[in-house]
């Protein structure tokens, strides 16, 4: 069985789809993605799919699962370099990829990724992490 | 006809080999990398095989020649992700990989190219862009 390779890159992991994915590579995928952010403490995921020439269901479903692992791990995942014809049959097929962010390409992906934990910080910094209510007496 | 996706992070191209090279796939990639090294100015080639159980004469060749088209483009090339078992065939069958550079993972792949640019630009800076013998008179 093919494995994918997850690369760390900073505070980011990024995988590079190029096989067609079987349940196998994709269950595989999602454990070896899951271990790999509790490992290493990573806040984001980029999944990048420039190779693929289809999105199919199963597909779509594989990176809802792989966002959703991610979420409950304190991970954002950013689905990139999808191709234009990839975009319409995804449309026309009524995949709308419900959950899962997506970005032009890797560098926009991580400034995405990067942006929201710079606004997470800051609202709890603004907040403050046991804010209380400002109410007025 | 498969081909290799090309990822651009900052100064750096990222190549991730996860496919069976054949002579068509290996040209293509080439062609792609040249084009895209003189698109984007970048200084940076990694290239991850992390994914690879063989690397055998002919993948040896391609990372060489992939390494020799980058430096005539100003560009270097560094192979990271190399399995230990991978490493132990290499030597096994007598190939060295030839001035190519190797690093453990894409992250110290990357230092280690920021490194030599900024060797670089410390050198000229040292010696100025035409600096002269500093012979005495």
Same mark, same amino acid.
């Given at each position: 069985m093919e494995r994918v390779p997850i690369l760390k890159i900073g505070d980011i992991l990024l995988v590079s789809i190029q096989v067609d994915m079987s349940d196998q590579t994709a269950v595989a995928l999602q454990e070896d993605l899951a271990e790999r952010i509790v490992a290493t403490g990573c806040h984001g995921v980029i999944i990048d799919i420039?190779? %693929?020439?289809i999105v199919d269901s199963f597909v779509g479903r594989m990176l809802s699962s792989i966002a959703s692992i991610s979420r409950v791990l304190d991970a954002e995942t950013v689905v990139v370099g999808m191709r234009p014809a990839v975009a319409i049959t995804l449309v026309e097929l009524g995949l709308? %990829?419900?959950g899962i962010r997506t970005a032009l390409n890797v560098e926009r992906g991580m400034e995405l990724i990067a942006a929201n934990r710079y606004h997470d910080d800051l609202d709890e910094f603004l907040d403050g992490p046991d804010a209380e209510p400002t109410a007025s007496p």
């Open positions: 420039t190779a %693929l020439d709308s %990829l419900n």
